[in-house]
DNA sequence: CTGAAAGCGCTAACAC
DNA sequence: GTGTTAGCGCTTTCAG
């Protein structure tokens, strides 16, 4: 004896109606007499209705929920991506199924199987850091569902995408290091086998060039965790290099960097300025505080789902797809600038 | 012409057999002849057939679908939570559906409705800090489906609870602080209408008691945020008390107060010794690193679903509720010892 | 203005 | 071994 839930044929019952009229008579159809409509109404409060979503879903042949595939959630830009889409699926009336895949290939794979038995009406994916397979994410096209890549996308893929500039961000960080007077800039760069780490270098490279200061290949760092950049700096300090700023690819590393410069007695910012890239979560906390790129996550989340709603909810959803590039902002804070 | 997708009858009219052959020969009925069998799985896996989920869900009156309703997403203790849940619940075929409340009562009435509506099996609620009425929730248990509370739980309503030993954690890195040979510790408290808030400061409390140190009401500051820890450092040291020792209730705060102890010039641990408690993510990164108490945060995940899929799918569910209190881990790191 | 009937995709008694 | 039928809860023609 699960469900005791209540369902349109127990008011119709008693009522004394038929289960269509009441159908009818909650969704306030013309057809219906306004004291039907008031009876069924006051009955269904009374005995705390709550239509079944599930009948709905088979019925319509439309969940009314879309899917997300999130490589993972402890990320602070991505549980900001969630708000984003939660916000605006909500707001439309949509359900939202999150699924994590942990950068795992395999288990991207079952969420998307998972997904797709759910019936889900579209899905958001930025795709874990292992898959090169996207077969998937093909099976999911070729059964109608439409799909929004955000954050890292797959350039093969015919879809709508959604992703930052990550150049013109880099660009923009190195540029105001410059602006600030700083004249050897230290980049520690994220691996350049990923789009990501490239395109955060290429904007590192462009602002010092149109700058007209000299490209030194053995400032270029690769480093992207806190470990890797407190070597690389005591490395650098070892060798005598002179810098007077520094521009990391995330944050983390940008905070091992400052730490560094710091143990070894140089002022942050008056000797060396150091500009890090997202996360977010530790910019306030670090002393002084850091200049860093803040990449929107809530925002990518909002755009990302009204494209999909957007395919979704089209009459001809045949339009062309479409790539949104979001700006990032340049947060300034202590660690490049006094405040 | 939505759905492309393939259902039952498409293998059953292929195969000139009926759907419900076509049902149990994908389900390895022992009724169904091996040659009917591989013809189907042949012809289902030719097709790419997926069982739809929603169909499924009508019939059985079962979803297999776990609601989780969670403050917010983006603090490390959450999400880690979700991932604990997530791999439990999908290693039991049950999907999740999250639902943030973004700490505000009427959004977590929202979600309760959205949960009921998509007939979940069963729903693990951590309940935002604004939530005083329970009729959302208690309407969920009206209607059979199982409630387990995680961390903040609601002392009133009758269900599956799992917490952390708040007190136990509390007394134990005080005593942390003690051993090592502080006399005169400070606590950072939490708000002390909150449970969380006074069992941090019991925990304390108990610690010095049992050692015998005297409990001096002017080293007890309401303070629980980056900002306040600033602050109420440079209060006291203003005012030339003498501490050796800061117990925060949580990591910011513990960080704000770190930081504020250097620059007035004391050196950590040498001559003040610090510890926070939980958040995770910046223990690692502060200088010296931070002390902390582990929340465990992905146990509590799991353990929490494991109690919840036990009460959905036990033939008699109505055996006694159940508190489980998970120990916390105190990490020692930099902050309170030379490493 | 309201009711009867069919059907969304699947399963499970009940036939044969 | 397999088919027929009914039904999960709801909507929606089509009748009246």
Redesign the pocket.
């Known amino acids: 004896m699960k469900?005791g839930?209540v369902?349109?044929?127990d008011i119709a019952r008693e009522l004394?109606?038929?289960?269509?009229?009441v159908?009818?008579a909650?969704?306030n159809h013309p057809?219906?007499?306004e004291?039907?409509k008031r009876a069924v109404n006051e009955l269904a409060q009374k005995l705390n209705y709550q239509?079944?979503a599930v009948?709905?879903s088979?019925?319509?042949?439309r969940s009314h929920t879309i899917g997300v595939i999130i490589p993972e959630i402890v990320h602070y830009f991505f549980s900001s991506v969630i708000s984003g889409i939660e916000d605006v699926a909500y707001d439309a009336g949509f359900n939202v199924i999150i699924c994590q895949s942990n950068e795992r290939y395999e288990r991207e794979v079952a969420n998307a199987r998972t997904l797709l038995a759910s019936r889900v009406d579209g899905v958001l994916v930025s795709v874990s850091k292992h898959t090169e397979d996207f077969q998937h994410l093909h099976n999911l096209q070729d059964n109608n569902i439409p799909l929004v890549f955000y954050d890292r996308i797959v350039p093969g893929l015919e879809a709508d995408q959604v992703i930052i500039d990550d150049l013109d961000a880099s660009y923009r960080a190195t540029r105001h290091l410059i602006e600030t007077g700083r004249k050897r800039i230290v980049h520690f760069a994220g691996p350049q086998k990923l789009l990501i780490g490239r395109q955060r270098k290429d904007g590192y490279v462009k602002a010092l060039e149109e700058a007209g200061l000299e490209v030194d290949p053995s400032l270029i760092i690769e480093a992207d965790s806190f470990e890797k950049a407190r070597l690389a700096v005591m490395r650098l300090l070892n060798e005598k290099k002179k810098f007077d700023g520094v521009f990391a690819t995330n944050d983390l590393t940008a905070i091992g960097a400052m730490q560094t410069i710091q143990k070894r007695g140089f002022k942050i910012p008056d000797e060396i300025a150091v500009v890090g890239f997202s996360d977010g979560r530790f910019s306030g906390i670090t002393d002084p505080t850091l200049t860093s790129v803040d990449q929107h996550g809530y925002e990518m989340g909002t755009v990302a789902t009204e494209m999909l709603l957007r395919r979704i909810t089209s009459e001809n959803s045949d339009y062309p797809y479409e790539t949104r590039v979001l700006n990032a902002d340049l947060i300034v804070r202590g660690s490049s600038v006094f405040l």
Chains 1, 2 share one sequence.
Request: proline share 4%.
């Open positions: 469900s839930l369902t349109i044929k004394n109606i038929s289960a269509s009229t159908s009818r909650l969704k057809d219906i007499s004291e039907t239509p079944n009948a709905l088979l019925k319509q042949r």
